[in-house]
């Protein structure tokens, strides 16, 4: 392969203009019936707009690249409670992920049950808008565990 010595020069939406997302709201939470005392709840996606979104699904991301990956350094931070039927308990407790990469960005979640709310918190950076070929699979890594959670089960108590 061929490799050029000359650095790559980012304009416009290339360079790291840092797109900035902070959502805190309350809602009143729909659960899906599964039955016997199960709900479903499903999490909601975010979506930035623009060709270098880099909110999209992991799992239709290559699992390596041998190129830079353009996308968008952005930092959103979410907070948002949903009130849920009294008596509603979140299976497997409380959840908390972290994951950090230095150069590329990091990932926190956290989903809490307080009585009847149940608190969402997720925070995601991405540093760069251009993730290096040897940072790729760290920067999918980020991406899936943003989205590994598609919904939270639930039961009566």
């Known amino acids: 392969s061929v490799r050029s010595k000359t650095p790559m020069t980012l304009y416009g939406k290339a360079k790291d203009e840092v797109k900035t997302i902070n959502i805190k709201s309350t809602f009143d939470a729909t659960l899906d019936t599964i039955g016997d005392g199960f709900y479903s709840f499903p999490m909601p996606f975010i979506h930035l707009e623009g060709d270098t979104d880099p909110i999209v699904r992991a799992s239709q991301l290559p699992l390596s690249r041998v190129t830079p990956l353009q996308t968008s350094a952005c ?67 980020l991406l899936a565990t943003w989205q590994e959670i598609e919904s939270l089960l639930l039961r009566s108590k």
């Open 75 to 141: 930092d959103i931070n979410t907070d948002i409670t949903y009130l849920i039927p009294k008596g509603v308990k979140l299976v497997g407790g409380k959840i908390n992920r972290e994951l950090s990469f230095d150069g590329v960005g990091s990932v926190k979640i956290s989903i809490t049950l307080k009585g009847n709310k149940l608190r969402l918190v997720r925070n995601m950076k991405v540093e760069k808008s251009l993730i290096p070929a040897d940072k790729y699979s760290q920067y999918r890594q």
